[in-house]
């Protein structure tokens, strides 16, 4: 099949329509191709409204506010023999979502990427659940997950028709899926388009974090997890940052979350660079981050990491957040700190690269000896064009 049958591609989503979403999956790029693209945003229909830096309106967006809507949609002739590029994760919340697809029996391609390493003495859902449930609720959501499992193992929903996976851990996770493709991660493509090109963003030494917007994330909402407090949060990263400035004789630099919106600048003035996290990853010394999928990119170029958390969040986000910033830290062999109990420069160490565990995050959570010198986009162009 060609674009030339004019194939509708549908992706469903529960994030909001965004300019790095359009371009991550190649939504302008298949518009450009003269394919018909639809985007069903289903983030108020699952999560409630809300609102979110950068969030675009379009008209092949569409916005479904019950399932009775989107079993109509499925149900339309033009959609029949669509492909379904699905951005919303298998799981006890979405069972009914994917429970329509296998009623009209949709073809269904996932992109898995942005894996983490395994978090340590557990499920991520247990430690959910055991953190902020009550008794009901702990019961309630364990029915739901096991019921979700029964679905799966069961053949109940319609395992995937295409999954596109980025690092062999990734690979292997999918036995029951008709097709996986050996794919890179967006920030692998990224990673390799800076690279061929030299210039610096900053003039000097410098560091950069990897800002997640912690205190104002929106995925906070969606996991009904608690806010911390925002300036007790910057404070103790402007304090750890200040020490890491003397130490080293570098300046930190931010490299802001997508969806970021700094009315005001909570670093104290020092530089918030947005959209550019692979630019300024090329070319620092080292990177401070908590666990952001961003932290790619100094694996891929070879730089120093420093894990960070603080003592409110090891509270509040200890059986999440935390834990995912321990795994990541341990698994690199990079440094990890709590920065609130960091009061002095002599006692920030920053460890050299690992560089068998670089290599074993690259191609575990990156890419794969079989994609690498294929950029994503290519990759996925092809296999659509197969169907």
């Not at 190649?26 to 699952?46: A, F, G, H, R, S």
């Not at 799981?91 to 009914?96: A, C």
């Not at 996290?277 to 694996?299: G, I």
């Not at 935390?322 to 160490?349: F, H, P, R, W």
Request: with cysteine.
């Amino acid at each position: 099949m060609s674009n030339f049958d004019n194939t509708k591609i549908i992706y469903i989503a529960h994030e909001h329509l965004s300019l790095k979403n359009r371009l991550d999956y190649y939504i302008d790029y298949l518009i450009n191709k003269k394919w018909t693209v639809e985007y069903w945003d289903l983030l108020p229909l699952l999560h409630g409204e809300i609102d979110e830096f950068g969030s675009q309106d379009a008209d092949f967006l569409h916005t479904p506010l019950t399932y009775n809507e989107i079993e109509t949609m499925l149900s339309l002739p033009e959609n029949k023999d669509a492909i379904y590029i699905i951005l919303i994760n298998y799981g006890p919340n979405y069972l009914r979502l994917y429970r329509l697809l296998t009623k009209y029996d949709c073809k269904i391609h996932f992109f898995a990427w942005g894996a983490f390493p395994p978090i340590k003495g557990g499920s991520t859902w247990i430690n959910i659940v055991h953190h902020f449930s009550t008794p009901l609720i702990l019961i309630k959501k364990s029915f739901n997950t096991i019921n979700c499992i029964v679905h799966e193992k069961l053949k109940l929903v319609k395992p995937y028709d295409v999954v596109y996976g980025a690092g062999y851990s990734i690979l292997e996770t999918f036995p029951d899926a008709s097709k996986v493709v050996s794919v890179n991660t967006v920030d692998y493509d990224h990673y390799v388009r800076v690279k061929k090109h030299t210039n610096r963003l900053v003039v000097g030494s410098y560091a950069v974090f990897l800002d997640v917007y912690l205190p104002y994330q929106s995925d906070l909402i969606v996991l009904k997890m608690p806010k911390l407090d925002p300036d007790k949060y910057y404070a103790s990263l402007n304090h750890f940052f200040e020490l890491l400035e003397s130490k080293y004789g570098i300046k930190i630099v931010i490299a802001a979350h997508p969806k970021a919106n700094y009315k005001s600048n909570p670093f104290e003035g020092r530089e918030i660079y947005n959209g550019l996290t692979p630019e300024l990853v090329a070319n620092t010394d080292f990177v401070v981050s908590h666990n952001s999928t961003s932290v790619s990119y100094a694996v891929l170029n070879l730089k120093p990491i420093i894990f960070v958390y603080t003592s409110i969040m090891e509270k509040i986000y200890k059986n999440m957040c935390v834990e995912k910033i321990i795994s990541m830290a341990n698994y690199l062999g990079s440094t990890l700190y709590d920065i609130d109990e960091i009061t002095q420069e002599e006692q920030i160490i920053i460890e050299d690269v690992d560089l068998k565990r670089y290599e074993n995050y690259k191609y575990s959570f990156l890419t794969s000896r079989e994609s690498e010198n294929t950029t994503m986009q290519e990759l996925f162009w092809r296999e659509i064009n197969d169907q």
